[in-house]
């Protein structure tokens, strides 16, 4: 029997485990399946070569093994009936990381035309062309740090991982001219700054690369101990990278003091009504993501992963005013 890990989520939708959602996903949120660690060594992940953590865990959502062929055809029938409308593939680094993924794309291509994203470090020009001739409509190569030093100490040579923030980018330039749909992940609360990450999702947003924010999420076994992030930090970058994505307003618009961001280059009437809509603290990344409660409890939400309104619309405007006087 070929595996693939699903996350719980995902299962319920197939019909593969029974849970009472509040949001259930939108997309189908899959990994290739090996029972050994990443040979990568980012320091939050749980799955990272010397993680004491759990295969299962990406972030707080939980990735079970499952029949790959049964996971495909009950994925072929959600898309069908309008349930799901994209797949999201994970992959690891490990010896038959190539084989696996090729060969999951291909099973879930010859069942459906569900568009596909894939998250993957960056490849060779040769493999990014047989994945597009596959037919993988979006590639994601998580950042995840916000600046180069942060990189390096959480992902790269100062977490003993095989990453290099010069090879990430260029390998997102480099995607960017074989695939039409290219993104990245950036994860807050890592110790970046304001400026560190609207800087950085706006020169990608230049260069025709989306960001989709996430939540650092703190796992038992992993080697990155801290907190979650501020929900005021992430509420104001979160309405920065609304504003540049929609382009209402450029990074170099906006004003900061020691980091923080000051004056995010909107009056206030525009401010106000792009506050009031929700829409910039809706789960970002590829279209028809919604990543419920990937990274947030119902106690403390980061992405809402549907319409925002009411009640929550307040909080949000509260968060924001009493961290930063807007």
Excluded at 127 to 133: A, I, M, R, S, T
Excluded at 144 to 155: S, Y
Excluded at 163 to 168: G, I, P, S, V
Excluded at 264 to 276: H, K, T
């Amino acid at each position: 029997m070929k595996k693939v890990r699903a996350s719980l989520g995902t299962l319920a939708v197939l019909g593969m485990e029974l849970m009472i959602m509040d949001a259930p996903p939108t997309t189908a949120y899959l990994q290739i399946y090996t029972n050994e660690h990443c040979r990568a060594n980012c320091l939050f992940c749980s799955q990272a070569k010397e993680s004491k953590g759990e295969l299962k865990h990406i972030a707080r959502g939980q990735y079970m093994p499952a029949d790959l062929d049964e996971v495909v055809r009950r994925l072929g029938i959600a898309f069908e009936k309008g349930y799901l409308h994209r797949a999201c593939i994970q992959t690891a680094m490990y010896p038959g990381m190539w084989n696996d993924t090729t060969y999951l794309v291909r099973e879930i291509i010859k069942t459906c035309s569900i568009p596909i994203s894939l998250s993957v470090f960056p490849l060779e020009d040769a493999k990014y062309n047989e994945l597009n001739g596959l037919g993988v409509e979006q590639l994601v190569i998580p950042l995840d740090a916000a600046t180069p030093e942060l990189f390096d100490r959480i992902k790269g040579a100062g977490a003993g991982g095989p990453f290099t923030w010069d090879n990430h980018i260029d390998g997102l330039k480099r995607a960017v001219r074989i695939f039409t749909n290219v993104g990245t992940h950036i994860i807050i609360g890592l110790g970046e700054t304001d400026e560190d990450a609207i800087e950085l999702a706006g020169r990608f947003h230049k260069g025709g690369i989306g960001s989709a924010l996430f939540a650092y999420t703190r796992l038992p076994g992993t080697r990155w101990v801290d907190t979650e992030p501020d929900i005021g930090h992430y509420r104001r970058v979160q309405l920065a990278l609304y504003l540049i994505r929609e382009d209402l307003v450029s990074f170099e618009n906006m004003k900061f003091n020691n980091g923080i961001i000051m004056d995010f280059g909107l009056d206030g009437p525009g401010m106000e009504a792009v506050i009031s809509s929700g829409e910039a603290f809706m789960t970002t990344g590829c279209s028809h993501c919604n990543r419920p409660y990937a990274t947030e409890t119902h106690a403390m939400v980061y992405n809402y992963p549907g319409p925002v309104e009411g009640s929550e619309i307040t909080r949000i405007k509260a968060q924001l005013e009493v961290n930063n006087g807007i």
